[in-house]
């Protein structure tokens, strides 16, 4: 029977009916496990938001461990913490319709000014500024993968003229290497890759010039997808506008300069934080333990196996 351990007693809950078909332990990758049952694991499902070194450690004692399941998108961070021999899959999917929620709110938050809202209403002032609308905008969804898509989707009603750009173009996409000359007619800029050499600093100081004034860069990818520095430097001269979901460092020191630039709006990384989030882990891992069973590939499969 197929070992798997679960991180936590809710992903326990919503699989336990498998557990006449799988051997389900209850397992957060703190403390070792007994050498016999070590022994069995063969399937790790990953808990949310582990950073300690020590847990991803523990995977090493696993001597049959066949694959890892993480709950993120984000995968960069696992693979060199994961055996080799050990196939790894992200919960690509997972994520995308809350990123997609956060991505449009922030963006509406952004342009319609409801931070500027917020500070009269606490002051008790009746301020009436015109804003900028998001009707007729046009906006450039840097990514096309799932998360992308899934804004693409939800900012399709609002009637603005969205342009896909992906790694390499195809039917409805263009390519990165258009950049330079898709960012001077952005209006608002969506940055939804994933993080990998190939996007660290995507949009550099050159990138970010290019854009024209009041333009407003929206990160729902990875903090090192934008220069840091030269996006604060931007900002701070009034030119362009930020809604951020992720920075560098993650969390950010409170001094950084970054909270204190004008016409940014930052959340702490809550894209795919929600009480949504834990259903779709938990049907995403039994499709996996289903695959499994039948002897079918797994989805989402990021980095396979080395053989």
């Not at 694959?67 to 993120?72: D, F, W, Y």
């Not at 560098?248 to 702490?268: C, G, K, M, Q, V």
Request: hydrophobic fraction near 45%.
């Amino acid at each position: 029977m197929l070992t798997v351990t679960v991180p936590d007693q809710d992903l326990l809950a919503r699989v336990r009916d498998l557990s006449g078909r799988v051997e389900l332990v209850l397992w957060d990758c703190l403390e070792p496990l007994p050498a016999d049952l070590a022994a069995r694991v063969e399937v790790v499902q990953i808990g949310h938001y582990w950073t300690q070194p020590e847990r991803w450690l523990r995977l090493r004692d696993l001597p049959n461990l066949r694959s890892v399941l993480l709950p993120s998108a984000g995968f960069e961070h696992a693979l060199p913490l994961v055996p080799d021999q050990v196939t790894v899959c992200n919960g690509r999917g997972v994520h995308s319709t809350g990123t997609g929620e956060l991505a449009v709110a922030l963006i509406l938050a952004s342009q319609r000014g409801l931070a500027v809202a917020l500070d009269a209403q606490r002051e008790g002032r009746w301020a009436t500024p015109e804003v900028p609308s998001l009707a007729d905008r046009r906006v450039l969804v840097i990514g096309a993968g799932s998360v992308a898509q899934a804004i693409a989707e939800r900012l399709r009603p609002f009637e603005v003229e969205i342009t896909m750009v992906g790694r390499s173009a195809r039917p409805g996409v263009h390519g990165v290497a258009e950049l330079p000359a898709l960012l001077p007619t952005a209006d608002i800029v969506v940055l939804a890759v994933p993080y990998s050499p190939a996007t660290d600093r995507l949009l550099d100081a050159s990138a970010l010039a290019l854009l024209p004034d009041q333009a407003l860069v929206v990160n729902m990818a990875r903090g090192r997808v934008i220069d840091q520095d030269a996006l604060v430097a931007e900002l701070q001269s009034g030119r362009l506008r930020a809604a951020l979901d992720v920075t560098d460092p993650e969390p950010l020191p409170s001094t950084h300069p970054l909270w204190r630039a004008p016409n940014t709006l930052i959340t702490a990384h809550q894209g795919g934080n929600s009480d949504a989030t834990y259903p779709r882990v938990a049907a995403l891992l039994r499709r996996q333990l289903e695959h499994l069973i039948a002897g079918e590939p797994l989805e989402n499969v990021v980095r396979p196996a080395a053989t």
